[in-house]
């Protein structure tokens, strides 16, 4: 008993030692998704980002993403995109122009999933082009026996392959997400979970926000 005392009390001293921040937020996210035609292994997507800070009060950040995948075979497929985002932190407005590269693959059952991202990102303020990679990890098995309610686990992280006035080089941030999912229609479903994000930054200081994050999902 003593020696779990001693271990949650360590553990409890880790975030204060690192000057850990904890935040809450909220994550929402609509997505329209569709084929360029019915027998195309062309897909499109329309994504529209809402994200808050202190709660619900204070819009931090915007962004709308659009993207064109190829279907490389039934389980997985390349593409690329283009996000301009909207950025309000206290210290005033940011403006990022991104493109992004990726690679999709997915099981037989559609349950398991792995996405990598190569991201180049021109920020307002910054003295050079910011270049990231991301890896997601993402498992669903079903809750319900008609497949309309299912649990979710999501793992991504995201690396700086360079440094700029504005990252540095290295590891950025681990966004842990866990969830369930329910399926509307037959066209239409929607995400909600807890999503923990921790980040490091630039400097000694770490963010560790908890989210509440809500995905809408369409497909005409």
């Excluded at 190829?70 to 995109?81: F, K």
Aim: charged content about 20%; overall charge positive.
């Amino acid at each position: 008993m003593k020696a779990i005392l001693l271990l949650l009390v360590a553990l409890g001293a880790v975030p204060a030692a690192a000057q850990t921040e904890a935040e809450p937020r909220v994550w929402m996210e609509v997505s329209v998704q569709g084929r360029m035609g019915p027998d195309s292994s062309w897909r499109w997507a329309a994504d529209s980002l809402v994200r808050t800070r202190n709660g619900a009060s204070t819009i931090d950040f915007m962004g709308e993403w659009v993207s064109a995948n190829r279907d490389l075979t039934e389980r997985s497929a390349v593409g690329m995109g283009y996000a301009f985002v909207a950025g309000f932190p206290d210290t005033g407005f940011l403006r990022e122009h991104r493109f992004v590269q990726q690679y999709r693959w997915r099981d037989s059952q559609g349950r398991v999933s792995f996405r990598t991202q190569l991201e180049e990102r021109f920020v307002s303020g910054d003295n050079a082009m910011a270049v990231r990679v991301r890896e997601r990890f993402r498992a669903t098995w079903p809750l319900a026996a008609r497949g309309t309610l299912r649990a979710v686990v999501s793992e991504e992280v995201l690396v700086n392959v360079n440094s700029t006035a504005r990252t540095h080089r290295g590891f950025d941030s681990n966004q842990l997400f866990v969830g369930i999912g329910h399926k509307v229609t037959a066209k239409s479903g929607v995400e909600i979970g807890y999503l923990n994000v921790y980040s490091p930054g630039a400097s000694r200081r770490t963010r560790h926000s908890h989210v509440m994050s809500v995905t809408l999902v369409v497909s005409l």
